[in-house]
């Protein structure tokens, strides 16, 4: 296939960034959306040009690392597949495709398609413990009975990576989606239930003070999740939210 990348090309976060034109050719329909990038870099640096950073480690759908908006949608055309999983099969012989970093006030440019999504660390520091005894004279987790509808939805919430697609794809650039996940993965289980008020309080704070916009209630961050996490936890993350304010 030939193609033409329209890539956002940007030195730091200071400052203004561009789009760039980038005719590229001989790309295989079975390789993968960041294989293609990378030949895209062999051939810059052959030519003595700066090439273009983007983010990866797993290639396997596991990390996160690879986020990019690509054509206007996060992780690009294809659902339920991170960046590193898309391949370029999902596009056609003389296609032209804008690839973006993800845009949010609390995910600044680090260089090019690189955003910094330390905020959802801190997010995650704010709540995401338990008190249980992890030395000495631990229990055995299978010792305690749990629900097993609950323990199948605290697993469908920690299938969470983290990407951030949630909040590429929200025009409020929200990250209830990512925080709820995080907050029900811990809330359904019983280890988890020690500091429930402290830790829904503590991150939806966080969340605030990092500056993700509020929720819009349209959906979006469902449908561009890579790992299909459902609205269904905000609800609980608000159910879980109001129960800890009455308390405080």
């Avoid at 990019?68 to 294809?78: F, K, M, R």
């Avoid at 597949?81 to 006030?105: N, S, W, Y």
């Avoid at 969340?207 to 905000?234: H, Q, R, W, Y």
């Amino acid at each position: 296939m030939k193609l033409t990348l329209k890539i956002w090309r940007q030195k730091n976060a200071a400052t203004e960034g561009k789009i760039v034109e980038y005719p590229i050719d001989h790309i295989e329909p079975d390789m993968s959306f960041l294989e293609m990038l990378d030949i895209l870099n062999d051939e810059l640096i052959m030519k003595g040009d700066e090439p273009v950073a983007f983010d990866h480690d797993c290639r396997e759908g596991i990390c996160g690392m690879c986020s990019l908006y690509i054509n206007g949608e996060a992780h690009g055309p294809d659902r339920g597949v991170t960046t590193c999983q898309l391949h370029m099969r999902m596009f056609k012989d003389g296609d032209t495709i804008f690839i973006e970093p993800f845009r949010a006030k609390a995910f600044p440019v680090i260089k090019d398609l690189v955003v910094d999504r330390s905020s959802f660390d801190r997010i995650q520091h704010a709540g995401g413990f338990i008190s249980v005894n992890t030395s000495g004279n631990t229990i055995d987790a299978n010792t305690i009975p749990i629900n097993k509808k609950d323990a199948d939805d605290a697993f469908d919430a920690a299938a969470c990576i983290g990407c951030g697609a949630c909040v590429a794809s929200c025009k409020n650039s929200s990250a209830m989606l990512f925080v709820a996940a995080k907050v029900s993965q811990y809330a359904l289980l019983p280890q988890g239930r020690i500091e429930a008020t402290d830790r829904v309080l503590n991150m939806v704070s966080q969340m605030d003070a990092e500056g993700f916009g509020n929720c819009t209630n349209t959906g979006a961050c469902e449908v561009e999740c890579p790992k299909g996490i459902s609205l269904e936890n905000i609800a609980r993350m608000n159910r879980e939210y109001m129960s800890a304010s009455l308390k405080g």
